[in-house]
């Protein structure tokens, strides 16, 4: 069983960063690959981010793709999720997940989810 804990949303600006964190509770995490997913108001929960299990590779989506960082740290049980030059479309609801999968860029590949954190860019 694996719980996650994300921490880090608010309020910035456009063109201002954000630093997401996700604690994960669980004594095998390190065999789950690791996502951030997001959903803004009135639209599907989409991909943002992954790091495999193992050698704990990136994958990131376009929108995102020199932007956001996705870090892993396990001797702190971590997973963060670096945002800069965040611009208002990136306002939603951030969301970390751990999968079964070494890794996973679907909302269906994912067994387990945070309860979320509210990202809100302004123009």
């Known amino acids: 069983q694996v719980q996650l804990v994300e921490s880090g949303g608010g309020l910035v600006q456009a063109g201002g960063s954000l630093r997401l964190s996700c604690q994960v509770f669980?004594?095998?995490?390190?065999?789950?690959?690791q996502g951030w997913f997001r959903q803004a108001p009135g639209k599907e929960r989409e991909f943002v981010a992954a790091?495999?299990?193992?050698?704990?590779?990136?994958y990131y989506a376009d929108s995102v793709k020199g932007r956001f960082t996705a870090s892993r740290d396990n001797a702190k049980n971590t997973v963060d999720l670096q945002m800069n030059s965040l611009n208002p479309e990136d306002t939603a609801v951030y969301y970390c997940?751990?999968?079964?999968?070494?890794?996973?860029?679907?909302?269906?590949?994912?067994?387990?989810w945070g309860q979320g954190t509210q990202v809100t860019v302004s123009s």
């Open positions: 790091i495999s299990r193992g050698a704990g590779t990136t």
């Open positions: 997940a751990a999968t079964k999968l070494w890794v996973g860029i679907r909302v269906n590949d994912y067994d387990y």
């Open positions: 669980g004594r095998t995490w390190s065999n789950y690959g």
